[in-house]
Every structure is written in C-alpha cells, then in structure tokens.
C-alpha cells in the first residue's frame, strides 16, 4: 500500500477541516447526483449546511462572518470536494473568489453587509467576467455601467457564470469607460435579489458537471447605487482582477489534485477487485505499469501544488507558478483519469461509476479561470 502523503501545510486543524469537508461533500452532494443532475442546481440546503459547518468563506476574518482562517483552509475544502468527485458545487467560486474581491476591495459598509450573508449560505455569490465575444481576453468585455447621478445604468450580457442560475449577488465586470481599454473596467457588486432588468435567460447543457447551475445572464437598464463599486474609484478593474486571478487558479488546481489523487485510489481498488482470465485485473503488468505512472504523476503533481501553497500562504506566490499549477495539474487531471477510465473497462465509461463522472467533469477545469494555452503564454512571458 503506497503511503498516503501528508502535505506539509496541513496543520491539525486544517487537517481536520479536510475530513469534515470530504464527510459533506460526499454525503451531501455525491450521494445525491442524479437529483442535482435532473433539476440542473444544487440545493439551497446543501449551502446552508455547507455553512453550519463553517466550510464557507474559511480565509475570511471573524469580524465578517468568516472562519477566521489562512487560505490554506479554504484549500482544504476545495482539495477535498475533488477528492469527492464532485465540480458541481461552485464553492471555489464562492469562498475562494467572490468573497475575497469584496474583502479586498469592498468599503467596511460592503464587507459587513454581503461576508457574513455568504458564509452562512444565506446568499449565494457569483462573478462575471466571461461574455459572449470576451473569454479570456478581458480588455474585449462589452458589458458597460454608465453613470447617471447616483447610478450606475447596466446592459450587455455574461455567459459561463458559475452559480449564475442561483446567484443572490454578483461581482460584475463591467466598462465604466468604453474608450478606455483595460483602464475603463471596474467592477460592481450586483444585488440581484428583485433587479428588475436583470435575467437568467438560461442555465447552460454542459458536457459535465450537470449538477451546476452554469448560467447566461442579461442585464436590461439594471440600475445600481453608486456605492456598488468596487474600490475607491473606477477603472481599476483590471488590475483587481489580475491580483485575484493567481489564488483562483491555485483553487482549480487544488480540485485537480483531489480528483487525481481519487481517480488512482478508487481505480486500484477496482483492478484489484476484478478477474480476468484467472488474475486480478491488477497483476497485468500492464495495469500495474498503468497505475504506477498514474500514480508517480500523482504524487510529483501534489508535491508542486503544495510547493505553490506554501508559496501563497507567504504572500509570494507568483502570476507565473501560479499559471503553471493551473495548467499542469488540469492537463493531468484528464490524463490520469482518462488512463484510470481505461482500466475500468466498459465500466469506466457508465455514470453509475464516479470515475466516468470525474471524466465527464474534469475537461473544462482546462478551460475555465483561463484557458491552459493562455497559461502558457503567461509562463512563456517570464522566460
């Protein structure tokens, strides 16, 4: 049995707060994927538990409703909601993206209203950067908020929103001047309980994560205060959006390693389990090769993420190691759990299985919080 590697970061407490995320998510969530798959979201339950038991806003201080911890335990949560096999709770999102654009650059009226709502589930929270015609390319965003008195006039539309179905709040990326270029984009914080002008025109058929209540949204006029900006004054959204993006990369990279680190042990299990022409699946050399590679890119693929983590926790974390992990530990993750499909046979390939799930699930993580050959032009910079 290889020894289960502990990460380095992982104190008592964090630790601790691993086990009572992976218990959650995996009775929570897993145990009810065909009920979240048919009605396309997740519960409102399943969050307010999710904050009873102190899983949400985790880096967020005290004085705001949060855990009160390091972004290592919200790491934690994430890293175990992969081990699960679950994407389709938009937690990442959640705890480790929105809440900390508002705990950064939110006024003290902003961080005291929305935090504590989001850590007890009681609002569900989603961003918008991608639209129609502007993925990964920013600067392209069309969506604009004009200024009349004291508000913001909304209009244009967002696709790809995570939560965006459920969401009651959401940081929006939006050009408070159109002829600015990336010094015309703020963001605002969108209270989208009774916004008249603002539609969920639909929740997106994905390939995987079904689960998930991705989402197009319009905004029609929607009209906001003033004081929903975002910082101190406009513009500077572009460059709050590139301070935030190296965390939430860390974030896809750690349900990477969860869901990696899942796929080999489950897919162990399995050949172990089951006969073909006398011999466990596993005593094939060839599944045993399979799996030890598996296995070593595991391991070696951890080993950098916690390199990261550390990284991050010290406040170095570069936009380069950052990138890497996201785009490393992503292209791994689907090359593991294709190899593990594989081993499982025409059973890897039924749903009914949590590795064709992971399957499915796993191919956008190369895609979304920046495509992975956007990831590599941003290394590619730093040579």
Known sequence: MATKHIPSWYDDE???LYELALGFFE????AHNEKWDAQRHIDRSVWLEA????LLLCSVPTEYGGGGGTYAHDLAVFTAQGYAGDLAVGIGVHSGITAHYVLAYGSE???KYWLPLMATGEVLSAIGMTEPGAGSDLKALRTTAVRDGDEYVINGSKTFITNGGSADMIVLAVKTDPKAGARGISLLVVDLRDCPGYQVTRVLDKVGIHG?????????DVRVPVSALLGPEEGKGFGQLMAQLPQERLSVAASAIGEMERAVTDTVAYTKSRDAFGHSLFEFQNTAFELAECQTITRTSRIFFDHCVQSHLRGELSDTDAAMAKYWLTDRQCEVI???VQLYGGYGYMREYLIARMYEDARVQRIYA????????II???L
């Open 14 to 16: 964090v630790s601790a």
């Open 338 to 340: 294709d190899r593990c």
């Open 51 to 54: 904050g009873r038991l102190g």
């Open 370 to 377: 920046g495509a992975n050959e956007v990831m590599k032009q």
């Open 109 to 111: 009226e902003q961080k």
């Open 380 to 382: 590619a910079r730093s």
């Open 27 to 30: 009775r929570e969530v897993v």
């Open 212 to 220: 998930g209540d991705t989402a197009e949204l319009a905004f029609t």
